[in-house]
């Protein structure tokens, strides 16, 4: 039996469709997250990155900070991410801070986010 060619390229051209829309929505999500750094809305991005943090499933906290520095790092309006500590703010959850110096309008902006170290990880705030 032969393969029939209309449907052969129906599927292929769903498959396409597919791809390039996960690869947009992806987009648009690292847009809308820098669209906030733009304007300076930092704290705006805490539900993106609770979103990440809550996806990271049961690897050890000290991984989870690491993917959470590489997730930054992988933004283009973030030029880097460094893990200043982890868990020496003495609280309950115990707290980390990542310095992470972002580029808006041409000009670096450093900030410390601090992540409260529960399970899973959370956003707490950005301070200078």
């Not at 707290?95 to 707490?124: A, C, H, N, W, Y």
Request: with cysteine.
């Amino acid at each position: 039996m032969k393969p029939n060619p209309i449907l052969l390229s129906l599927l292929l051209l769903l498959s396409c469709l597919t791809i390039s829309s996960c690869k947009k929505d992806k987009d648009t999500q690292v847009d809308a997250f820098c669209n906030l750094v733009e304007i300076h809305d930092y704290e705006g991005t805490g539900p993106m990155i609770n979103d990440f943090l809550a996806g990271l499933g049961n690897e050890s906290q000290d991984k989870q900070l690491i993917k959470l520095k590489e997730w930054m790092e992988s933004k283009s309006c973030v030029d880097s991410a460094v893990i200043v500590c982890n868990s020496c703010i003495y609280t309950y959850p115990a707290q980390s801070e990542l310095r992470i110096v972002f580029i808006t309008q041409g000009r670096d902006t450093t900030m410390t986010m601090d992540i409260l170290m529960s399970e899973p990880l959370k956003f707490r705030t950005f301070h200078e």
